[in-house]
């Protein structure tokens, strides 16, 4: 079910990564596919006074660009049980909470069968609720912090709540006409929003090495964008970046979790899905893969298949089925 825009409750189901992404409210959102296989996502939202709640759903490993398009704070719950995520530098493991503000960008790197819940807060009503709270002190000053950790039970506890808030308004969507009851449940999200505050740690200081390698790995990325009409090469990449060949292969590896050759014809295959998946382009899959650097286009469409299960010509059909 698809919910018309700016409704305060929504669903969306999507069999591809990037109109996935596009479907989650308030966000700006690029994803790049990781993980071989044939993608399925799910969210779903509701949207409060000032507050937006949502449940994220995908089936593959994913590299996400994201930033909130309003003046708020986004609190990530992840409540799978496939592992830890990483969002920049930093790996969020058991009972740790990502925090981050609008209209910054970030990125993450999430592992297959992945769900986590997210808590978009606009900053006035945030600041209005913390300060009668916690009179005494700012306690925005405590969300500077990137991560908050929880022990494991309140952590279960917080992602318990958000999944029967979603839940209940999925069943009975009626809820969000009475003001009182959109008040109460407001009010119970800013309360848990206040648990994580209180709560809030220090987390460990980031190694400088790691944050190296996720500079270096971002950096890369964004000179294949600007380069993207060309096969980029490993040399080329050491060269440019003043770096070994070595240095590079480890940083792929701790940050991504493959080596840089393989990372860059997988941001290359996503590159021409999303120039076939856009219904304003109106482009051959010749001129896709011509545009992306690759010249071989029986190896091609090969790659292709073996990392989103379908053949090009099939990704043009879904995107001509949207458009009508």
């Not at 071989?36 to 937006?52: K, N, R």
């Not at 460990?204 to 380069?227: C, G, H, T, W």
Request: with cysteine; glycine share 6%.
């Amino acid at each position: 079910m698809r919910a018309p825009s700016g409704s305060p409750r929504y669903c969306y189901v999507s069999d591809d990564p990037n109109t996935h992404a596009n479907n989650l409210q308030g966000w700006s959102q690029l994803y790049d596919q990781l993980s071989v296989g044939s993608f399925q996502g799910e969210i779903t939202g509701a949207c409060f006074s000032g507050i937006h709640l949502f449940r994220e759903t995908t089936s593959l490993s994913l590299r996400q660009s994201c930033v909130v398009l309003s003046h708020s704070w986004w609190f990530g719950i992840p409540a799978s049980e496939t592992g830890s995520f990483r969002i920049d530098a930093r790996r969020i493991g058991e009972g740790a909470i990502a925090i981050r503000r609008g209209n910054r960008p970030f990125e993450l790197i999430t592992p297959t069968g992945f769900r986590i819940f997210g808590l978009v807060v606009h900053h006035k009503t945030l600041a209005a609720h913390l300060r009668s709270v916690f009179p005494e002190e700012d306690a925005l000053v405590r969300l500077s912090l990137d991560t908050s950790q929880s022990n494991l039970h309140s952590h279960g506890a917080l992602s318990e709540f958000f999944g029967e808030v979603l839940d209940e308004v999925g069943r009975r969507p009626e809820i969000l006409e009475s003001a009182k009851a959109c008040q109460a449940i407001q009010n119970s999200l800013l309360d848990a929003v206040t648990e994580i505050c209180a709560s809030s740690q220090q987390a460990r200081e980031i190694p400088r090495s790691e944050v190296q390698y996720a500079q270096l790995v971002r950096k890369v990325r964004q000179f294949l964008m600007d380069n993207s009409d060309r096969a980029i090469s490993v040399p080329e990449l050491c060269t440019a970046f003043q770096v070994s060949r070595r240095t590079l292969q480890y940083a792929f590896d701790r940050v991504i979790g493959m080596g840089p050759n393989a990372y860059l014809k997988i941001l290359r295959l996503n590159g021409v899905r999303r120039d076939l998946m856009r219904r304003d382009k109106n482009i051959s899959i010749q001129q896709a893969a011509s545009d992306w650097g690759f010249w071989h286009l029986s190896q091609f469409a090969k790659d292709y298949r073996t990392l989103f299960r379908e053949l090009p010509s099939a990704t043009m059909k879904r995107a001509e089925r949207f458009s009508c």
